[in-house]
């Protein structure tokens, strides 16, 4: 199955889809191992997009 994992900010951990109320949490995943790189993920996102707004800017 695909799209069952989630990150909880909450706890911290990954959970199956049966959890947290997804308010809580990131996701969903189509694997375990990257709803548990889902901060990882997150933060290379972030870093990526404050980048591109920096040359749209021009900053």
Request: glycine share 8%.
């Amino acid at each position: 199955m695909t799209g069952d994992w989630w990150f909880c900010l909450k706890h911290m951990r990954v959970e199956p889809d049966e959890g947290c109320p997804n308010k809580d949490r990131m996701g969903p995943y189509e694997t375990r191992e990257a709803a548990a790189d889902a901060l990882k993920t997150a933060a290379e996102r972030n870093k990526a997009w404050r980048s591109g707004d920096k040359d749209w800017d021009g900053d």
